[in-house]
């Protein structure tokens, strides 16, 4: 089993999050999760262009009260 | 990270000088390095004025004057970084290049030296054709 990776990006606007998400990514391996926070709602259509992109996976995308919750699998580095 | 020579690749040209335009080329090149595009930005004419040493203050697009302030608390309550920020990031995390325009900096008097170390380069309109082949491009 892989690492698991938290990013928090909660309060960031577009592209925060998901420059977030690319500076986990460049220090993850293959096989390890990374879960990120945002409250950005555009971050659930920008973080399946930058799976699609980087060829990675999204297990989910939950909206939760205060948040949106994303989990990725990292398939590809 | 793909491989360099599989790196799609996408292209800005900044002409324009205001600090509107500066905006989406920040939030352009900073999205486009998360995902890993290899980035090549060409400034020129009034947009060298954001890039030199010498700070200026750029102005706000003549038509939206009114909405500059609007612009500015939008961007303070959405925690939106400024454009600078932006780029430094961009080149951080990706795959990122300035190109300065050697015929406007030329007009404007500016050499190599004068720029801002965000610039890379001074190079002509061939260098940046080149460069840019086969990605996608977009002129601000």
């Known amino acids: 089993m892989g690492n698991k990776i938290f990013v928090d990006a909660r309060g960031s606007s577009c592209p925060g999050p998901i420059v977030e998400l690319s500076k986990a990514y460049r220090n993850s391996v293959v096989g390890d999760t990374i879960e990120l926070w945002a409250t950005d709602p555009g971050v659930k259509a920008d973080v399946n262009s930058w799976a699609q992109k980087t060829k990675n996976k999204i297990d989910s995308i939950t909206d939760q009260t205060d948040k949106i919750v994303i989990i990725i699998e990292i398939t590809n580095r | ?140």
């Open chain 2, 1 to 140: 990270m793909a491989e360099s020579n599989t790196k799609p690749k996408f292209s800005i040209i900044l002409f324009s000088g205001t600090a509107d335009k500066f905006l989406p080329l920040g939030v352009l090149s900073d999205a486009a390095a998360a995902m890993g595009y290899e980035v090549g930005i060409f400034i020129t004419g009034f947009a060298l004025l954001g890039f030199t040493k010498e700070k200026h203050t750029l102005p706000f697009s003549f038509e939206f004057k009114d909405m500059a302030p609007m612009l500015e608390q939008g961007m303070k309550a959405t925690n939106t970084k400024g454009w600078y920020e932006m780029i430094k990031e961009a080149k951080e995390i990706g795959d990122v290049k300035v190109h300065a325009c050697s015929l406007t900096a030329a007009m404007f008097n500016l050499k190599k030296e004068d720029f801002d170390p965000i610039v890379d380069d001074v190079v002509g309109a061939a260098s940046f054709l080149q460069l840019s082949e086969g990605g996608q491009v977009i002129f601000i």
